[in-house]
Nanobody, 126 residues
């Protein structure tokens, strides 16, 4: 069983930065596909970023490409999401997710992921 817990959310001004961290227990992140998703009030959950376990290849939503970076820290067994140049539209609850299998082409799909964290709130003030 894999358990995930996110941290690092908070309130930041537009243009600022935040770094989210997802701590995993029960399995090493180096053997898992890892993803970040977000859900804004009144909206559906959407894909943000993902990292494929074997090659470390990453994938980003167009809306965050060039501003967000997903990275793994195998020593700490965490996956981080560095968020720069934040915009008010980035405001959402951010969720970390893990999958034990699946193709790289499916990393953007929430249904691929078996394990989810409880989420952390990110609020970007204009």
């Amino acid at each position: 069983q894999v358990q995930l817990v996110e941290s690092g959310g908070g309130l930041v001004q537009a243009g600022g930065s935040l770094r989210l961290s997802c701590a995993a227990t029960g399995r090493t992140v180096s053997t898992l596909h890892m993803g970040w998703f977000r859900q804004a009030p009144g909206k559906e959950r959407e894909f943000v970023a993902a990292s494929e376990w074997r090659s470390g290849t990453t994938s980003y939503a167009d809306s965050v490409k060039g501003r967000f970076t997903i990275s793994r820290d195998n020593a700490k067994n965490t996956v981080d999401l560095q968020m720069n140049s934040l915009k008010p539209e980035d405001t959402a609850v951010y969720f970390c997710a893990a999958a034990t299998s699946g193709l790289y082409s499916a990393l953007r799909l929430g249904k691929l992921y078996t394990y989810w964290g409880p989420g952390t709130q990110v609020t970007v003030a204009s």
